[in-house]
Structure formats: structure tokens, C-alpha cells
């Protein structure tokens, strides 16, 4: 099993920048790919952010592209996600997904706040 662990998160001004980290230990060997997703309130449904397949690539939601970046460090398991010029409308829980042939892992999330 994969079970995803997001760190991170924070309170940060409009246009700084934060980044967050999900560990997920097996995911190389099981070739899962990563998804960041988040969700702004609890009455919306999460939306995806990014996801990340077994060799690196990245693509990201529209609204992200240009300020946020995926990177990955295989030797910790750790999938980042570098969120830059950051907008109060960024604000929300963002969490992990591992996708594992067809098997779906995810992680408890972490808050980013966005204000002055």
C-alpha cells in the first residue's frame, strides 16, 4: 500500500511562494503516478492541479500553468509541487493522490492560505 503524506503548507502573502512535499514511499517501485489536487471549500469538489506519470512528465491545470512546478526526488519518494506568484484565490486544502495500476492512495492534505 501507498499511503501519500503532505507537509508544507503555511500562511503566505499574495505573490510569494510556498512549497509543498508529499512523501510516498513505494510509489517508484510501483510505478504510480502523483496528483496534486486541491479543494478551496468543503462544499466544492476538489479540482486537479497537476499530475506527474512514472517517467517525470508533468502536466498541469490551466489555471496553475506558469506559476507552479512539479519536481521529483526518487531517492526520497517525494514528489514537490512549487507554487510561485501565489493569489488569494489559491487558497485551499491541497492534497496528494497515488495512482497505482488502477488503484487509487491519497493523503489527509495541507493547508495553504493565501492573504495579507
Known amino acids: 500500500q501507498v499511503q501519500p503524506v503532505e507537509s508544507g503548507g503555511g500562511l503566505v502573502q499574495p505573490g510569494g511562494t510556498l512549497t509543498l512535499s508529499c512523501t510516498a514511499p513505494g510509489f517508484i517501485s510501483k510505478k504510480c503516478s502523483i496528483h496534486w489536487y486541491r479543494r478551496q471549500n468543503p462544499s466544492m469538489s476538489r479540482e486537479r492541479v497537476s499530475?506527474?506519470?512514472?517517467?517525470?512528465?508533468?502536466d498541469y491545470a490551466v489555471f496553475v500553468q506558469g506559476r507552479f512546478t512539479v519536481s521529483q526526488d526518487k531517492g526520497r519518494e517525494t514528489t514537490y509541487l512549487q507554487m510561485n506568484s501565489l493569489e488569494p484565490e489559491d487558497t485551499a486544502i491541497y492534497s496528494c493522490?497515488?495512482?497505482?495500476?488502477?488503484?487509487?492512495?491519497w493523503g489527509q492534505g495541507t493547508q495553504v492560505t493565501v492573504s495579507s
Open positions: 499530475t506527474t506519470v512514472t517517467d517525470g512528465a508533468t
Open positions: 493522490d497515488a495512482l497505482c495500476d488502477m488503484r487509487r492512495y
